[in-house]
């Protein structure tokens, strides 16, 4: 978020106006130098402080001591005869010879400021790719984890069942999970005053693994150094996550390689100490854990639920043993058990109440799946229960300090504790072919299901119809005009950017047609149909009879295979349509709005409008050749709509004419390069004509780069 | 005495050293974990003027919505209506209560490569403040320059606190998770005292007002401990009474030995070091962790409290912060 800030400027610095590049980074650079000339001038502003007679003046001198030559005053408070401390302090600075920094602190008060943000570039420069600039090809929807969070404590508080709300989809981007595991795993050190530091890195790190499943925690902000070994080891293990045709090889062959170095068990501990001290091996052990559930999790599993479960119960009990009532009250710590009792879990970044519903079935099946056979999960955690984290880290503290020394003893053990067990397992489970088949693209074939699933299961049941749902964390919530700010993301093609701008612009004056236009606009060009029509309902509401919004409603319901809605709304562009209304019927329905549409395009055949809408319709009746003239006729008039030439190009992919399809979202990119929308519809294409898919992967990557 | 609602989990309250009945709250969502922030300004009302008004006892100045939680706030001790808040993104920014809402934040300092934990105005020298941070440093910042002045790099850990000496301008402590107290000297370059104070995380620091010498630590290990920076190897007194990790301290500005803290055990306590029973008083009106405490340097008594329970309190010491 702080990226997100810098990139934009900060809430505080609009994007001047001239920034004439179309490189971002250029637009960045000119924010940043001209937004902070421009705070420099806002502080000299700053009042000062005038306090009248009637106000308390504590600091009779404050004026004084600002407009002194700094370096005058600051002796003064050592020069306090009579107070012994005086004598100490003054040491401070006679001690020792190294004079270098005495005088800096004063100097840099009276000099002037050097050139502006010079460093502040550097870093940004050194942060790597821009997030926002990555098109996603699935816009998926985005919920409020907190208003979720909230209602589930205050319905908890009260004793009542937990009512599942429309839930949020929480789509978390790698700095906020970092923030999440990174936060969480601070603040419980300070909630487990008595526990040792491997108990309570075990706890955290398993709990905050499972939201972090899921991650391509891959773009990294500055880490302190002490995190770096297991953040590259963590980088690792994502890495070997990737699908691809041999991930589980590679991954055999990864784990391979531990278990060869868990066979010398010597070398291994004590270069292990070596690198990370005495505790250091629990944390590894945690980063293992977490692989551990990363491959599961692309099988389809929610092991990582099972662990965090796990995880959370030894959390929860740890809190309730603290018998004040006032504890066992706490709406946070109840939110840790009732996830610790499963009655909440954590899918893909989304906290739910678990229940047996739709995308539920999937996790269950795969449960039973794992009750039928040997459960190394279960083994796994009850393992882990019977001898407790802490208690075996207790147990491995004092074995060193009886044998002065790491014994094999406490290896083999832990090796024959958990390791064997889930690699035996593992490759039982292949070789029974769990998933079917051993070869490495079944088991990708699997993580495709995996995420179809997903996708099917979160149209299903998010985003009931129509309901607009806002991204939590909206860095733009307090702009001052995020509308301005919007429009010019969306020129920009920062359709994700310009998607929270929009939204904070409509938050803040929900009667904004033209906010919510706009924003329905960015969710139809970054491919997500659903927040599209949520969001023009909501512009329609606004304003009724916005012709824009209507013609982006049927289209959008158009895409969504929703006839009759389609339907309603391009009938009531017709109607609202100032040269046309005479036409409407009131009494219209279904395919005869073609008609009328037929016969308003020959009072004004060089309306491209018409011939818009008239494409969307036929589209509606699949009468492709009919919705391919009448795009090309409307291309005719508007040669530059690039959305145009993306319907253009969607119609005669649906025709089966992908060749020619592919030229036509060529035209749309060659107008607008980072038409999310066009690309997509260009894989598929591609995909179509048994071009490689890849070819829009590698295109998309090459957008991300500046 | 009043209290106040806030929409998020309360992480810092800070009177106003201008005016008696104002106050800093800070305040992060999800408990800080992950969501938005708010910084609101309020007002204790004076009485009811006429008896049909309903007398509200706390009204919002203004509120100033972050994109991260905000764990921190500092009053300026120059200008009557400049703030400081410390962003869990890493920014620190400054707000003028006095000027309009769409000209705020008047200033946002990214520097930090990790959440701003503290914010402390340097009382003597009052054009400097400090900032720590989880990226292990602590930050000098002047208000007429764009980027830091200093950054402190010696801790190991996150630093949770930075606190200026009351009377020394240019000394401030520093609380970190290293579990060690350092002392510095901003024109020295390293840390001038290294004090390993608790065997646990020190998650605050505060210097006694009356006594530049005096310094107290809160640490994970539920014990408050007392250092004379003089003579190290021993504290002056260890508190116990907090029965989970203690997370802020504060010195009295107007009696020598007397300390307010609150903790994860959800109370507030006050503390007298220098007396046998140092227990004074402990509040139980939080109903979670209970993170932020402030003393009013104008009204001698007036205590301030805020916790995860999306409260701030405000009452005189030896009344109910929970009466009407």
Redesign the interface.
Known sequence: ??M???VTG????AVPGSSSSANPFGALANALIGS?SK??E??K?????T?TAS??Q??PD?HG??QQLPGS??EQ??M?PG???SD??RN??SVDG?R??????DE??TSQ??P??V??LDRIYDLGPVPQLQPTLDGPPQRV??SF?HSFVESSRGGMPFRPAPLPVLG?SAG?KR??R???S??A???F?DKSEDFINGQVNALLSSLDIESDVNSK??L?A?FRELEDYWNESQAIMKPGAHATERWVTEFNQHRVDHGDPNAWAHSFERQHGANGWASEFEQEQSQLMSADHMRGANMANLAAMEQTRMLANTLAQ?D?P??Q????LQFVSKMSRGELIIDDNQVKPATSSASGDWAGEYQQQYNAGPNWADEYARGELSHGPNQWANEFASEQEQHGSVDDQWVNQFSKLHVDDWAEEFGNQVGEGILGDTSADTWANAYDEYLNEQVASKQHSDASRGVYVFS????Y??H?NPLKEGQDMFHKGLLSEAVLALEAEVLKNPENAEGWRLLGIAHAENDDDQQAIAAMMRAQEADPTNLEVLLALGVSHTNELEQAAALKYLYGWLRHHQKYGVLAQPETVGFFVARLFNEAAQMSPEDADVHIVLGVLYNLSREYDKAIESFRLALKLKPQDYSLWNKLGATQANSVQSADAILAYQQALDLKPNYVRAWANMGISYANQKWILSHLYFRLQELNKP | MPVFKTPFNGYSVKFS????SRLAVATS????????GRLHVIDLSPAPLGPAAPHQPITELIA?????GVYDVAWS??????LVAAI????VKLY?V??AP???????L??H???VSSADYNP????SFLTSS???TVK?W??????S??TFKEH???VYSAVWNP?????FASAS?DCTLRVW?????GS?MIIPAHE??I?ACDWNKY???CIATAS???SIKVWD??SIRVPISVLNGH???V?KIKFSPHRQSLMMSCS???SVCLWDYMVEDALVARY?HH???AVGVDMS??VEGLLASTG?DELAYVWQHGTDPRAP
């Open positions: 978020m702080a997100r800030e810098l900060g809430a505080a610095c902070s705070t420099q806002r502080l502003e700053i009042p000062q402080s306090p106000e308390p504590f600091y404050a001591h600002l005053e600051f408070p050592f306090q107070t012994q401390s100490f302090l401070f600075n190294n270098l920094l005495d005088n800096a602190w840099i008060q400021p050097p502006m943000h460093p502040q984890l907190s969070l978390l906020d923030c999440i990174d936060r969480t601070i603040m050190r300070h909630f005053a902000g500055p302190p002490r603290n004040d006032k504890f009250k706490s709406r946070f939590d964390m909206n860095p919530v307090g001052p | 050293p201008f005016y008696e969502q999800n408990f800080g974990i992950l969501g938005n100033y919505d972050t994109a991260d001790e120059s200008h009557d209506s400049l869990a993104d890493g920014s003028d006095a000027l769409a000209s705020n934040p008047l200033r946002s990214h520097e490569t990790r959440e003597t020298r009052r054009d989880w990226d292990d000098l002047t208000v007429d320059r764009p980027a002045v200093r190991a850990y996150c009377r020394h301008a240019d000394v998770g000297d901003v024109r020295e370059p001038t646990l995380e998650l006594d530049d010498c994970v290990d539920k920076v003089r029965s989970y990790a997370r994860y055990d959800m139980d109903t979670e962790f340097v104008l995860w």
